[in-house]
Structures are given as structure tokens and as C-alpha cells.
């Protein structure tokens, strides 16, 4: 008899959005997700994130394989590496979207984190800006709650921007799958209706300062400070972007470095 108050592990919660759960865990699994939400929204993040990985890199799986990476031409080739890049090449294109998106960072260069972060959070912003009745897993009425359950999920403190002076409310927030870890995504809006967006997440690039990005209709400006990336994005008036980015960037930034100073005062003061 299945016990369905078990705790459910990570690789069931796994099997089970793959589709590969045992049919006696299942009950079990739905029952603990109703009970956790938490868990419910974690899986929820892995089939979104499978759904845009399907969405934007599906294709590649079932396109043939060019000529000059046959597997009977690359054979005749003498020297080791060659073979082995082919094959590794190979490999890229018949894993389909996942080894891809995961991959890239490794042929892309150390630059390549921040581009991802960037190209992520224009997607989410695309996705989640024209929804009206859903934009957000948790509205701004509840703050304190989202800053809260956010932190948690990133494992650092994480900050809505108060934007009111530039007449923006916040909407309220969600959790996304990044590239590099769980991303924040939080949203506001102005009197006229327009929508920005910031994106935090984790990051592996050498830290840059404030950068402009765009993307047919949506722009973004993105920076690394210490391992943690921020994506403002927004529609693609520029100097509208940059004074949203700018008051964002500037409440964050100000607010890590009072942590800091005050961290240091504290070590100092127990030498």
C-alpha cells in the first residue's frame, strides 16, 4: 500500500514531470504538492523552463547532420582532436535543446553568462508583460512575502526597487528558472500601462558595468556586480529604460554596500 505522507524526493518530483513515475507514487507525489507549495512552484519552474527549452532549441534535434560531421568521414581523419571535436559537435546536435542551452556557456566564452541572463530575461518579459489576469505568481500587495520567498529560493537578499517615484507600482513577482540557478523576475507598471521588468540571478561573468541590449520591440539594460546579475527590461524607449535601470541600480547597489559596511564594522569592532 503506497503511503502518501512519505516525503517525496527530488528525483521523483523529476520522474514524476518526466513522466517516468512509478503509477503507485504518483497519487502520493500530488498529494505532497498540493501540501507544499514551494515544491509545487519548483516544478512548476522545471516545465516552464523545459517548455522554452523545447520551444526555442526543439528544432535542432531533428535536423540532419551536416556532411562534413559524418560519423564515416570524420573516421579518415588522422589526428585525435579533430575526432574528437567532431564528435562532441555531434553529440551538440542530437542531444536536442537541453545539452545546447546548458552547453553554450562552455563554446561561448566568458562573456556568454551575461548575454544568456540577458536574452532570458527579454523572453520572460515577453512572455509575462501582456498577461493581464497572470502576470505574477505573487502580487506587490504581499512584498514582504515575495522579497522573503525569493531570498530564499536565490540563497541571497534579494530587493523590489521602489520605483514610485518615476511612477511605477510594483505588480508583484515570480520565480523563473535561469541559466545559472533560480532568476527573480519582478514587474511594474505605469499609469499608462507600460511594463518593466527586473531579473536576478546568479552569475559567472566578470562583472560589467550598466549595458544596453535590444530585441525588436524590448530593450534592456543588464549589469554583474559579485556574482549576481540584474536585468532591467522594458519597451524600447531608451532614455525611459535608462532612468528606470539607473533609480533600480542605484537602490541596489546602495543597499549591498551598506551589508557590506556594516558586516565590516561589525568584524572590526570584534578584533
Known amino acids: 500500500m503506497t503511503d502518501h ?15 517516468e513515475l512509478p503509477q503507485d507514487r504518483r497519487a502520493a507525489v500530488e498529494a505532497w504538492l498540493a501540501r507544499h507549495p514551494e515544491d509545487a512552484a519548483m516544478v512548476a519552474a522545471w516545465r516552464q523552463q523545459a517548455d522554452m527549452l ?33 564528435v562532441a559537435l555531434i553529440a551538440a546536435f542530437l542531444a536536442g535543446g537541453t545539452a545546447g542551452w546548458f552547453g553554450r556557456g562552455a563554446f561561448e566564452g566568458p562573456r556568454a553568462s551575461a548575454q544568456t541572463l540577458t536574452a532570458d530575461a527579454i523572453d520572460a518579459y515577453r512572455l509575462y508583460a501582456v498577461e493581464v489576469r497572470h502576470p505574477v505568481e505573487v502580487p506587490g500587495a504581499e512584498e514582504a512575502h515575495l522579497v522573503q520567498w525569493l531570498s530564499k529560493r536565490l540563497d541571497y537578499e534579494v530587493r523590489a526597487p521602489d520605483l514610485a517615484v518615476l511612477g511605477l507600482k510594483l505588480v508583484g513577482g515570480r520565480l523563473l528558472p535561469g541559466p545559472a540557478g533560480p532568476a527573480a523576475f519582478f514587474m511594474y507598471e505605469g499609469n499608462s500601462g507600460a511594463r518593466f521588468t527586473l531579473y ?14 535590444a530585441a525588436g520591440s524590448v530593450a534592456a539594460f543588464y549589469w554583474i556586480e559579485r556574482d549576481r546579475a540584474y536585468v532591467v527590461s522594458g519597451p524600447t524607449d531608451r532614455d525611459r529604460l535608462l532612468k528606470v535601470a539607473q533609480a533600480a541600480y542605484d537602490q541596489i547597489e546602495s543597499r549591498r554596500q551598506s551589508l ?3 558586516v565590516t564594522r561589525v568584524a572590526h569592532a570584534g578584533e
Open 200 to 213: 536576478c540571478s546568479r552569475a559567472r561573468s566578470p562583472e560589467t558595468a550598466l549595458r544596453y541590449s
Open 54 to 86: 523545447r520551444s526555442r532549441y526543439g528544432g535542432v534535434a531533428a535536423e540532419p547532420v551536416p556532411r562534413r560531421l559524418s560519423l564515416d568521414r570524420l573516421a579518415r581523419r588522422e589526428r585525435r582532436w579533430v575526432r574528437y571535436a567532431a
Open 5 to 19: 505522507n512519505s516525503p517525496v524526493t527530488q528525483d521523483e518530483l523529476h520522474a514524476y514531470l518526466d513522466g
Open 260 to 262: 557590506s559596511e556594516t
